[in-house]
């Protein structure tokens, strides 16, 4: 379980996050949403360990993690899907996926067959290079590789800006698969809220680097999400 407790943080002078509280919890989505620039992609870089907090802290299966690199995160089954994708344009799509490996155990060093059952496409792709690939193909190719890490937590931030519908739905299907599986704590940063609402079971809405309105699945009210979003 991941928990964020209180946290701020700073760009130089400039302040994007202001105390702000979630959680995440094995089989579960959590969907942090709000429009550009509130503080999304800031609170995933501060659970990730790409930006350091000022104050608060970062807990993760009982350890606070608050000032450990991004790749001791990794190791603790920490994995990020950012924004924009950032696969290796000039590597094939093996060698993307492989590059998962990184924090793995050697014997754990292989591609897992969900990777593959989840995203059929990448199979048939597997040598040709990831600059060749589709946007929405791009991004199966970013959460394959964050698969190959075995995570305990996955952090995905918009995954579905820019992708085609069909895709859309492919994304959809593997994140029901793995908050299924309940073993695998899912941060979905969004904007497309009827995506999030069909797939969350708990809700932050943030503006101006703080958490105004929380919710459950048990409370939810798109409406009052989009009302939220909007103020």
Same mark, same amino acid.
């Given at each position: 379980?991941?928990? @964020?407790?209180?946290?701020? #943080?700073?760009?130089?002078?400039?302040?994007? !996050?202001?105390?702000?509280?979630? +959680?995440?919890? $094995?089989?579960? @989505?959590?969907? @942090? #949403?709000?429009?550009?620039?509130?503080? *999304?992609?800031?609170?995933?870089?501060?659970?990730?360990?790409?930006?350091?907090?000022?104050?608060?802290?970062? +807990?993760?299966?009982? +350890?606070?993690?608050? +000032?450990? *690199? %991004?790749?001791? &995160?990794? &190791? &603790?089954?920490?994995?990020? @899907? $950012?924004?924009?994708?950032?696969?290796? $344009?000039?590597?094939?799509?093996?060698?993307? #996926?492989?590059?998962?490996?990184? %924090?793995?155990?050697?014997?754990?060093?292989?591609?897992?067959?969900?990777?593959?059952?989840?995203?059929?496409?990448?199979?048939?792709?597997?040598?040709?290079?990831?600059?060749?690939?589709?946007?929405?193909?791009?991004?199966?190719?970013?959460?394959?590789?964050?698969?190959?890490? &075995? $995570?305990?937590?996955?952090? #995905?931030?918009? %995954?579905?800006?820019?992708?085609?519908?069909?895709?859309?739905?492919?994304?959809? =299907?593997?994140?029901?698969?793995?908050?299924?599986?309940?073993?695998?704590?899912?941060?979905?940063?969004?904007?497309?809220?009827?995506?999030? /609402?069909?797939?969350?079971?708990?809700?932050?809405?943030?503006?101006?680097?703080?958490?105004?309105?929380? /919710?459950? =699945?048990?409370?939810?009210? %798109?409406?009052?999400?989009?009302?939220?979003?909007? !103020?």
């Amino acid at each position: 379980m991941l928990k @964020v407790d209180n946290i701020s #943080l700073y760009y130089g002078a400039a302040q994007a !996050l202001r105390g702000v509280t979630v +959680t995440a919890e $094995p089989g579960k @989505v959590t969907c @942090v #949403l709000g429009r550009n620039g509130v503080g *999304k992609t800031s609170l995933l870089r501060a659970m990730v360990g790409q930006q350091a907090i000022s104050s608060g802290s970062i +807990t993760f299966d009982g +350890t606070d993690i608050s +000032t450990l *690199k %991004p790749y001791e &995160r990794a &190791r &603790r089954g920490i994995s990020f @899907v $950012p924004q924009g994708r950032e696969i290796f $344009p000039l590597l094939t799509v093996e060698e993307n #996926l492989k590059t998962g490996y990184a %924090p793995l155990k050697r014997a754990d060093r292989n591609i897992p067959d969900d990777v593959f059952s989840l995203f059929p496409v990448l199979n048939s792709m597997l040598g040709r290079r990831g600059g060749d690939l589709s946007g929405g193909q791009q991004q199966q190719l970013a959460i394959g590789r964050a698969l190959v890490m &075995r $995570p305990k937590l996955l952090l #995905l931030d918009e %995954p579905t800006e820019g992708i085609q519908p069909s895709i859309i739905k492919d994304i959809g =299907r593997a994140i029901s698969y793995l908050r299924s599986l309940g073993t695998i704590s899912i941060v979905l940063v969004e904007q497309y809220l009827d995506f999030a /609402c069909e797939l969350g079971d708990n809700f932050a809405v943030m503006d101006r680097g703080v958490v105004k309105f929380a /919710c459950d =699945r048990s409370t939810l009210d %798109p409406s009052e999400i989009s009302r939220q979003m909007a !103020l």
